[in-house]
C-alpha cells in the first residue's frame, strides 16, 4: 500500500461518510494546502452574485471578500453577529436572512475565536435550513472537532442531510500539534470535490512530503487524538484556578484552546488599547476580539491562547 493510499485509508475510518475528499498536500495526495485559516468565518451565506460572508468574520473576511468579489460573480457578504456572551448562532435569523439566491453557508465549529460549540438541536437547524432551500449548501470548519469539553463533537457529517450537502475542512495541525505544517483535508461530495479541485492548486501553498510522509507515519501509532482533550482539559483547568481571583470574568469555554476574558470591571480601554497595555507594559499577549467584528464591535473582551507550558499560564495569570 502506498503512503497515499496509507493517507486516505486512515482519514476515511475516522467518518462514516461515503464521499470523497480533498488532501490539503499537494505530494502524496492531491493539490495544495488550502491554508487552515481560509475558512474560520462563524457564519455566512453566498447567493447567487458570490460569497455572502458572514457573522463576525474572524480576521479572514476580507480575503474571502477578496475570492468573492474577483473570482465568484461579486459577492455579497451578509453578516450575521454572534452574540455576546454566548456566542451562539440565532436560527431564527439565519432563516430570515436565507433567500432564494442564497447558495452557501460558511461557519466553524467548535468556533474560533469564542469557544463556542454546537448541540444536537443545532445540527437539526441546519438539516431543516438545507431541506427549506433545495440549493443551498455548506462550508464548515470543525478542526477543533477534537477540542471540546462538555459534549460530544456534533459534525455536521452525522446528519446524512448535510453530508451530502457540505464541504466539511479539518485539520491536521490543531489534532497533532503542528499548526505551522499546514496540512489538513477537505470531506465532500464526490461532485463538490470535482468543482473544489478546479480552484484548489490556485489556493495552496507551504506543504511538502515530508510532513506529509511524517503525518502518514503517525496516524499509524493509536487513537492519540483521544489525548488531546484532556490535554487542554487540564490546562484550561489550571489557567481558570490561577486567575479566579482577578477580575477578568470568563466566558465561553465549551472548545478549541482559547479562552474569553472579559475586562469590564478593570477598564473603560477599548479592546485593542487594552490588549496593547497588556501586552507592552505586563509581557501578557492577547487578542482583541473586536478585531473578529466586520464592524469592530466591542464587549470589553480579549481572547487568551491557553495551548502553552503550564510554567508560562502560571506566570501569565500572576501577571494578569
Avoid at 205 to 219: E, G, I, P
Amino acid at each position: 500500500m502506498s503512503k497515499a493510499e496509507d493517507f486516505r485509508n486512515h482519514i476515511n475510518e475516522g467518518y462514516t461518510f461515503e464521499g470523497d475528499f480533498i488532501a490539503f498536500g499537494s505530494a502524496i495526495l492531491e493539490g495544495g494546502p488550502v491554508g487552515e485559516a481560509n475558512v474560520k468565518i462563524p457564519l455566512s451565506t453566498l447567493n447567487r452574485h458570490g460569497l455572502i460572508a458572514g457573522a463576525t468574520g474572524t480576521g479572514k473576511t476580507k480575503s474571502l471578500q477578496v475570492l468573492a468579489d474577483e473570482r465568484a460573480l461579486k459577492g455579497i457578504p451578509i453578516h450575521l453577529k454572534l452574540k455576546h456572551p454566548t456566542y451562539h448562532i440565532n436560527w431564527e435569523e439565519v432563516r430570515e436572512k436565507v433567500t432564494a439566491k442564497t447558495k452557501l453557508i460558511i461557519t466553524n465549529n467548535p468556533h474560533n475565536p469564542f469557544g463556542s460549540a454546537w448541540n444536537e438541536d443545532e445540527i437539526k437547524a441546519l438539516e431543516e435550513l438545507v431541506q427549506a432551500h433545495p440549493e443551498l449548501m455548506v462550508l464548515i470548519d470543525e478542526v477543533y472537532e477534537y477540542i471540546q469539553y462538555n459534549n460530544e463533537h456534533q459534525s455536521v457529517l452525522k446528519s446524512s442531510i448535510l453530508g451530502e450537502r457540505s464541504f466539511i475542512t479539518y485539520s491536521f495541525g490543531k489534532t497533532m500539534h503542528v499548526t505551522g505544517w499546514k496540512l489538513g483535508y477537505c470531506i465532500a461530495p464526490e461532485s463538490f470535490t470535482a468543482e473544489y479541485r478546479k480552484i484548489h492548486q490556485y489556493m495552496a501553498f507551504c506543504a511538502n512530503n515530508t510532513m506529509q510522509y511524517a503525518v502518514a507515519k503517525y496516524l499509524n501509532t493509536g487513537e492519540f487524538w483521544r489525548e488531546v482533550m484532556p490535554m487542554y482539559q487540564q490546562k484550561k483547568d489550571l489557567f481558570m484556578e490561577q486567575i479566579k481571583m482577578s477580575r477578568f470574568k470568563t466566558l465561553t469555554r465549551s472548545g478549541t484552546y482559547f479562552f474569553l476574558l472579559d475586562y469590564s470591571e478593570i477598564s473603560t480601554l477599548s479592546d485593542v488599547d487594552f490588549a496593547k497595555e497588556l501586552t507592552i507594559k505586563y509581557g501578557v499577549a492577547a487578542i482583541p476580539v473586536s478585531v473578529f467584528y466586520q464592524d469592530q464591535t466591542d464587549h470589553k473582551v480579549i481572547r487568551i491562547c491557553f495551548a502553552k507550558q503550564n510554567e508560562t499560564l502560571i506566570k501569565a495569570a500572576e501577571l494578569l
